[in-house]
């Protein structure tokens, strides 16, 4: 069971808490194991809308699988720097330190920089403060004008509906971005917007249709994409014929349901690859039966400029 403890400050903006908050809750009814936790130095915390909410005044016991998230605040009732405790910032550098991850939406930005988290780091927050945080933390790296940065398990978004992507980010690299497709789906969300690279996943990428027929096999390929999926299994899992499928998946995402296959393959394996895997490993781990399929499609991955994992 992993925890997420959302440490909450006096006038925090609703839908920073409440966009991350939902993306979590919504894996839980999913089945994945997240227990949400809402801390606070006051057990009532009113927020910029209004809205007053209630909070623990204490912490439960962290692992390193725990997550720690840090919702932005109206920098004008505060200042930037934010009325975070010295005590709150010893417990994120100290969840930092045993190995787990601590992340920021909008001006939450400063109290990982308060806490020490942010030195030599590449992060980010809100635009409108994004001078502030490189002002007043000199040793960071701030990254402008991007949704969200992870550096070293320091993970910082813009804040606002980037902590919704941020959190669907961080499913996505515990899970896998098929889990994060169903909560973006369940979240009527078109797709997952991608940090600071350009590119986005072929999951998400190609998400952006209405097409229900596409989604169900999606959904399919998305679940059992290392697997051999004949056209005509997938044909008769959503009720329609091998070519009306294949004319509908062509019109929906300009993608052979093959084709979309080998890109989430080839994701997988870059993602493997990043964290030390042979690329034979990871052919083998994603379905290729050795690593020359990969190789190729590799070469024309890159040569197409379709974005690889990040």
Do not use: K
């Not at 809750?25 to 009113?46: K, M, N």
């Not at 405790?85 to 909008?106: I, Y």
């Not at 349901?257 to 990043?274: C, K, S, T």
């Amino acid at each position: 069971m992993a925890r997420v403890v959302f440490l909450l400050v006096p006038q925090l903006h609703l839908l920073d808490l409440a966009g991350p908050a939902q993306v979590f809750s919504s894996a839980a009814d999913l089945g994945y194991d997240y227990r949400l936790h809402y801390v606070a130095e006051a057990a009532e915390v009113p927020t910029v809308q209004g809205v007053s909410l209630r909070a623990d005044t204490g912490w439960p016991e962290l692992d390193r699988d725990d997550l720690v998230v840090v919702p932005g605040w109206r920098p004008a009732a505060h200042g930037p720097a934010g009325p975070v405790g010295a005590d709150d910032l010893r417990r994120l550098a100290d969840h930092h330190v045993r190995g787990g991850t601590v992340a920021s939406v909008c001006a939450g930005a400063f109290a990982l920089g308060r806490a020490g988290l942010l030195d030599g780091r590449r992060c980010t927050t809100h635009h409108e403060v994004q001078d502030e945080l490189a002002r007043r933390h000199r040793a960071a790296r701030v990254v402008r004008d991007v949704l969200y940065v992870v550096d070293d398990r320091v993970v910082t978004s813009a804040g606002i509906a980037s902590g919704i992507d941020v959190a669907l980010h961080l499913v996505a690299t515990r899970h896998g971005p098929s889990a994060a497709a169903r909560i973006a789906r369940t979240l009527v969300v078109y797709a997952r917007r991608n940090g600071h690279e350009q590119q986005a996943s072929a999951m998400m990428r190609h998400r952006s249709h209405l097409s229900d027929a596409v989604h169900r096999v999606q959904d399919l390929i998305d679940a059992r994409y290392s697997e051999s999926l004949p056209l005509a299994g997938l044909a008769a899992a959503c009720g329609v014929s091998e070519r009306t499928l294949s004319r509908l998946f062509r019109q929906a995402t300009g993608l052979t349901p093959l084709g979309y296959q080998q890109l989430l393959r080839v994701e997988r394996a870059e993602h493997l690859i990043g964290h030390g895997a042979t690329v034979e490993s990871a052919a083998r781990a994603v379905g290729f039966t050795d690593a020359r399929m990969l190789r190729r499609l590799r070469t024309r991955t890159t040569r197409t400029t379709l974005p690889l994992a990040s």
